[in-house]
């Protein structure tokens, strides 16, 4: 089991959660895009969740995200630290603000951390959004934005694990 990138996202969606895969819903179609953007194989990369349950509130039928809560982060933190230490990648990439969470040990923000290599617990890590942050804009200009800079993040890490 090896990989030199890990991507870590927040918890599994509905589809991942039935499916048994992360990344496998419209967020992760989403990722695919973008890994091939930057020019980076999806099957070279590790991927995971700093939360390995979903967390949902059902309405009707539907299973709708709860984002996962501290105490949940903290819990599931072990795990993700025991992967990433069998894994052993280059690079990890926190997708969004509770993978980062996760990763750090602490609360972060994207927006300090994002667009810079940090080395956490001796990892090299890169911060950026999480996919499904970009799903939920409504306007295609700041949509197309979001989209170059998460790619300009995808990068970065591909940079930094190939060094």
């Given at each position: 089991?090896g990989?030199?990138?890990?991507?870590?996202g927040?918890?599994?969606?509905?589809?991942?959660?039935?499916?048994?895969r992360p990344?496998?819903?419209?967020?992760?179609?989403?990722?695919?895009?973008?890994?091939?953007?930057?020019?980076?194989?999806?099957?070279?990369?590790?991927l995971?969740?700093?939360?390995?349950?979903?967390?949902?509130?059902?309405?009707?039928k539907?299973?709708?995200?709860?984002?996962?809560n501290t105490?949940q982060?903290?819990?599931c933190?072990?795990?993700l630290?025991?992967?990433?230490d069998l894994?052993?990648?280059?690079?990890?990439?926190?997708l969004?603000?509770?993978a980062?969470?996760?990763?750090?040990?602490?609360p972060?923000?994207?927006g300090?951390?994002?667009?810079?290599?940090h080395?956490?617990?001796?990892?090299?890590?890169?911060?950026?959004?999480?996919?499904?942050?970009?799903?939920?804009?409504?306007?295609?200009?700041?949509?197309?934005r979001?989209?170059?800079?998460?790619?300009?993040?995808?990068?970065?890490?591909a940079?930094?694990?190939?060094?």
């Amino acid at each position: 089991m090896g990989a030199r990138l890990a991507l870590v996202g927040e918890q599994p969606g509905d589809r991942e959660d039935v499916v048994g895969r992360p990344f496998v819903g419209p967020a992760g179609a989403l990722l695919d895009r973008a890994l091939e953007e930057a020019g980076i194989d999806r099957s070279d990369v590790y991927l995971t969740n700093a939360v390995k349950h979903f967390r949902f509130e059902r309405v009707g039928k539907r299973r709708i995200h709860q984002k996962p809560n501290t105490t949940q982060v903290v819990a599931c933190r072990p795990w993700l630290m025991t992967e990433l230490d069998l894994v052993r990648p280059r690079t990890v990439v926190c997708l969004g603000v509770t993978a980062a969470r996760a990763v750090f040990g602490r609360p972060v923000t994207i927006g300090k951390t994002r667009g810079r290599e940090h080395v956490v617990d001796g990892r090299r890590v890169v911060v950026t959004v999480h996919p499904s942050s970009l799903l939920r804009q409504t306007d295609d200009a700041e949509r197309d934005r979001a989209m170059r800079a998460f790619v300009d993040d995808l990068r970065l890490a591909a940079r930094r694990q190939a060094a």
